[in-house]
């Protein structure tokens, strides 16, 4: 038997190494591609996109599919979805905004963005088949946090807009210290929930059933990035960054950790001061 558990965690352990190696590999690759990530959120094995034809009214397959990425950067906007294309060099990019609109019918998540529409532009809808339903339903969940924390933070500042620009630092640049301050809070952010997605409507169309298979395994780490000093967030980076940590499992571990810490000194000072009271008293 103890054999047997020392098998299993050595396995365990190169399993996580292995896991944490093909992050950082794949980081790097989409760092490439765009010089402001910061981190991986979220990722699916396989996907293949399709495409709306609005004249034709079908589904039409485009030639994208391969790993799906959610990322988060250090400049606006914070998330990113890409997916690194196997079948040619041009990848697919959707920035994830506040106009970002999905829903999800199985296999496939559906998205677009009402931006487009509202600034009288060709409204693309689209759709992504999952090879693995786990992984639509983990990232169609954690887009949909973001999403919302997003629609949040642009409804407080329609209703209440800064009066001041925040300070800058060393005599930067008032946008490279907004970055850099970005990258420090959003590079301890992870995976935020694994709860049932409820959908945000984009549209009733479906794609055509797709029959494929495919090895396929959810993977969504941290790692910590380098150490970023005097930076000084504006109000939307710190809300979206404290929105995005409340998500993170680690980060309620740490504050509740603190909070059982606080709590046990203080009911030690007042156990200590009944007792000299006591000793007092007698």
Known sequence: NTRLISRLNTCTMAATIDADTRRKANLRVLQRIDSHIVDLAI???HVVLYEFNNLKRTWEKKNVEGSLFVTKRSEAPR?????????????LEVPITASFQMQVKEPYMIFRDSSASKAGAD???RGIWFHDGKERDQIASYLEQVVKSLVRIDEMERNHPPTQAFVV???????TARQDAGA???ST???GSNNNHESTTASGAVPP???????GQPAATRS???THQNLVLDKKSLQLSLLSLIQDERFLDLIHAQYLKVVHTRATRQTQSQQKENGTDK
């Open 43 to 45: 990722t699916a094995t």
């Open 184 to 186: 420090a809070l959003l």
């Open 209 to 215: 059933a797709r029959q494929e298979e495919g090895p």
């Open 224 to 226: 910590p990035l380098s």
């Open 123 to 125: 409204e693309t809808i």
């Open 189 to 191: 952010l992870t995976l």
């Open 79 to 91: 998330f990113k979805l890409i997916v690194l294309n196997r079948s040619s060099t041009e990848n």
């Open 169 to 175: 630092s060393d005599g930067e640049k008032e946008e």
